[in-house]
């Protein structure tokens, strides 16, 4: 089955810098890979999504790209603000696998002022 | 629009007592349903899934159960708890068989005493 792995598990950036969060995946038919915001207490949603089809997507200030030959996807945040301050999860599924996200093991993000 | 409700928000149990979590889904048919449990306030671990009524895969041996007696109601349930339930219970939806993200609830917090 596939199996994500994401890094770092913690990141302390200075507000008005960029944030990178990287994750891997294993199975080469994954081809949907969404990006998660949990805030303390609440339920993570869903912040930014790419296709295999497309290398890059950008909204507003968040932005991921994917490299499918080596199989990683990558989250970035610029011009960050104390409100960006969450756990980051990435995850990847396939076509035919009913839906199901495999996540990876989040980030905590702590953006000082 | 869609909305997912999903209750009580917080729980305390003893051990050894039942469980029943309850999620529904508004605005939507068909729905895949999925619980997940989060503990330690980091890593997604899912549970179990449902593409239909009355259909349920189970993730992982636990201590639960869960059933979809309805088309947009999902419930998670145990005979007898134990310390090792405890954690943040999510439940999600999705696009029946499309590879699309989740829309999670607002989650249970479940404290074993």
């Known amino acids: 089955g596939e199996n994500v792995e994401q890094h770092p598990s913690t990141l302390s950036v200075q507000e008005g810098d960029s944030a990178v969060i990287k994750c891997t995946y294993s199975d080469s038919a994954s081809n949907y890979f969404p990006w998660y915001k949990q805030e303390l207490g609440k339920g993570p949603q869903l912040i930014i999504d790419i296709r295999s089809n497309v290398g890059e997507k950008k909204d507003q200030r968040i932005a991921v790209t994917l490299n499918k030959t080596a199989k990683h996807f990558s989250l970035h945040i610029t011009e960050t603000q104390p409100e960006d301050s969450a756990v980051y999860f990435c995850a990847a599924s396939r076509t035919d696998s009913w839906g199901k996200l495999q996540f990876g093991a989040g980030t905590q993000v702590v953006v000082t002022p | 629009s869609q909305t997912i409700h999903q209750w009580p928000a917080t729980l305390v149990q003893p051990v050894g007592s039942p469980l029943s979590l309850e999620c529904t889904v508004e605005?939507?048919?068909?729905?895949?349903l999925y619980w997940y449990r989060q503990a330690a306030g980091r890593g997604l671990q899912l549970l179990f899934y449902?593409?239909?009524?009355?259909?349920i895969s189970s993730e992982v041996p636990q201590n639960l159960s869960a059933s979809r007696p309805q088309d947009r109601q999902f419930i998670l349930s145990s005979k007898k708890l134990l310390l090792s339930d405890s954690g943040f219970y999510l439940c999600a939806w999705s696009v029946l068989g499309a590879n699309y993200g989740y829309t999670f609830g607002s989650g249970t917090r479940l404290t074993v005493v």
């Open positions: 449902s593409v239909g009524i009355g259909q």
């Open positions: 605005g939507t048919s068909n729905p895949n």
